[in-house]
Each structure stands twice: as C-alpha cells, then as structure tokens.
C-alpha cells in the first residue's frame, strides 16, 4: 500500500522561507515520478513542480528561482524548499507520486498521478 505523508506547514511572514516534506511508502522513489501540488481556497488544484524517476524537474513559472524540490533516496523522502514566500504562495500543499511508463516523464495533471499525500497548510502572512 502506498502512502504519503506531508509535514512542515506553518504560519509564516512574507519573505521567509519553509521546507516541506514528503514521506513515502510503499513505492521506491527510483521508480516513481513525484510531485507538488497546491489549493488555495476557492481556488482549483494547480501544480507547483515535479520531478521525474531520473531526477528531471519541472517548476511552474509562478515558482521558477523561490522553490527547489529535491530527494532523499535513503529516507525515501521529497522535499519542497519554499523561499521568498508571498502571501500568494497560501494554499494547502500537497505531494502525489506515480508509476511512470516512462522515467523522463514529469507529469503536471492532477489526474495524471496516482497516488495523494493529506496536505499540509501553508499561510504566507503580508
């Protein structure tokens, strides 16, 4: 059984910075394509990076240069290191994984993934 388990939400001020983290289970991250999603209210799921079994990643534009998402193979964990927060970096952050039929594929859909992590809250105070 594959599980997800985001933690390092928090209230924080703009300009700061925050590292997110992505417990994985059930599924090796060698073989899986990962990624960030975000919801902010009233506000549809949108991605926010992913990166693909061979390390290939992809920032949507609204990130490029503040986030940077990276593995630990051994702890089997993503993170998400978020800089230079704005209060429209809020939203409920959330890891997904898949089992890619190709390793350079980086998946961008919300449907595309199989597998969703809880979420965890993100509030950038102005």
């Known amino acids: 059984q594959v599980r997800l388990v985001e933690s390092g939400g928090g209230l924080v001020q703009a300009g700061d910075s925050l590292r997110l983290s992505c417990a994985v289970s059930g599924l090796t991250l060698p073989d899986a394509a990962m990624g960030w999603f975000r919801q902010a209210p009233g506000k549809t799921r949108e991605f926010v990076v992913g990166?693909?079994?061979?390390?290939?990643?992809n920032y949507a534009d609204s990130v490029k240069g503040r986030f940077t998402i990276s593995r630990d193979h051994a702890k089997n964990t993503v993170f998400l290191e978020m800089n230079t927060l704005k209060p429209e970096d809020t939203a409920v952050y959330s890891c997904?994984?898949?089992?890619?039929?190709?390793?350079?594929?980086?998946?961008?859909?919300?449907?595309?993934?199989?597998?969703w992590g809880q979420g965890t809250q993100v509030t950038v105070s102005s």
């Open positions: 990166i693909n079994s061979i390390g290939g990643m």
């Open positions: 997904a994984a898949v089992r890619p039929r190709k390793r350079t594929a980086i998946p961008q859909g919300r449907n595309e993934y199989d597998y």
